[in-house]
């Protein structure tokens, strides 16, 4: 996503992450860098960005972008409760093939599915 931010905005992006990164309760995630560009991209000033980004990551992800990621994987395993309860096929299947419910949610969880629905 941020290939896609236009030049002009790249320092405005730099700056909103450099900002975020200070806060103690957060630190930076690389998928941070997606919301900011969205953020930016729609024409939010660069402090407003800032105040976005973090009451997003406060509201709707609370410990998701933290250093230990603590509010993430209960997220995972509701999200693999509602697979296997609603689609038990998919469930037994990825099952079979031994994939971590964490990789498959771990980028759009994290970036808020900014990459599946792209601006551009």
């Keep these: 996503m941020p290939k896609v931010l236009p030049e002009s905005k790249q320092d405005s992006l730099r700056k909103v992450l450099r ?11 690389q998928s941070m860098s997606v919301l900011a560009a969205v953020l930016l991209m729609v024409n939010f000033s660069d402090a407003d960005a800032v105040i976005l980004l973090e009451n997003m990551l406060e509201r709707y992800s609370q410990g998701w972008h ?11 395993k509701v999200l693999e409760h509602l697979i296997a309860r609603f689609l038990p096929e998919v469930h037994t299947q990825l099952q079979r093939l031994e994939v971590p419910m964490v990789a498959l949610a771990f980028d759009p969880f994290l970036c808020f599915f900014a990459k599946e629905y792209p601006l551009s």
Excluded at 19 to 29: D, E, G, L, Q, S
Aim: proline share 9%.
């Design 19 to 29: 900002t975020v990164a200070r806060n103690p309760k957060t630190r930076y995630c």
């Design 66 to 76: 933290t250093v230990s990621m603590s509010g993430f994987m209960p997220s995972v």
